[in-house]
T-cell receptor, first 116, second 113 residues
Framework: AQTVTQSQPEMSVQEAETVTLSCTYD???????LFWYKQPPSRQMILVIR??????QNATENRFSVNFQKAAKSFSLKISDSQLGDAAMYFC?????????????FGSGTRLQVQP | DSGVTQTPKHLITATGQRVTLRCSPR?????VYWYQQSLDQGLQFLIQ???????AKGNILERFSAQQFPDLHSELNLSSLELGDSALYFC????????????FGQGTRLTVV
């Protein structure tokens, strides 16, 4: 079964600085999706970024980028120029590409605090 | 706004009772997923429907059931409620299962007292 591990329960960053959240996963599949979701205090689950495993290029969305290391099964999220609004729980998630289980498997989350 | 609507936002009920949570997916999305978020279990997949048919099951208890109607809205039924069922229940939808991202509703906060 696929598993997703986030080893950092909490992280803290100063406003305008850069922070990296770690995620590792275990799968025997060669094609799959990886995601980072943000959950602010409102509890809404917001998609931050998506990576297809067959793409070698790391995904980027404005201040958010990933470092996808397929061989190492690592998928870290880098937040640049951190803002107060980035404070939230961040969940790494895995999903099979097409067949089998199509639901998301989530990590346990990392709580990010942003210090002014 | 993700386009996924869940009602009610909050629900307080007693042990042993039955409740129904409702989800309207984004327009055009055929696939609906239900997830449970509790403090000690994190986010767990419960069940998935695609175009009215059950597609996959996760860690869903026998006391829980779901269905997806012809208009594609979905309902999650929770019965014989226990204190441990208190959690945030999310619905998510996607266009086609297995491709792309899922969009989440705002969740229903269930408190069992």
């Amino acid at each position: 079964a696929q598993t997703v591990t986030q080893s950092q329960p909490e992280m803290s960053v100063q406003e305008a600085e850069t922070v990296t959240l770690s995620c590792t996963y275990d799968t025997s599949e060669s094609d799959y999706y990886l995601f980072w979701y943000k959950q602010p205090p409102s509890r809404q689950m917001i998609l931050v970024i998506r990576q297809e495993a067959y793409k070698q290029q790391n995904a980027t969305e404005n201040r958010f980028s990933v470092n996808f290391q397929k061989a190492a099964k690592s998928f870290s999220l880098k937040i640049s120029d951190s803002q107060l609004g980035d404070a939230a729980m961040y969940f790494c998630a895995y999903r099979e590409l097409d067949t089998g289980r199509r639901a998301l498997t989530f990590g346990s989350g990392t709580r990010l605090q942003v210090q002014p | 706004d993700s386009g996924v609507t869940q009602t009610p936002k909050h629900l307080i009920t007693a042990t042993g009772q039955r409740v129904t949570l409702r989800c309207s997916p984004r327009s055009g999305d055929l696939s609906v997923y239900w997830y449970q978020q509790s403090l000690d279990q994190g986010l767990q997949f419960l069940i998935q429907y695609y175009n009215g048919e059950e597609r996959a099951k996760g860690n869903i208890l026998e006391r829980f059931s779901a269905q997806q109607f012809p208009d594609l809205h979905s309902e999650l039924n929770l019965s014989s409620l226990e204190l441990g069922d208190s959690a945030l229940y999310f619905c998510a939808s996607s266009v086609v299962p297995g491709h792309g991202e899922a969009f989440f509703g705002q969740g229903t906060r269930l408190t069992v007292v």
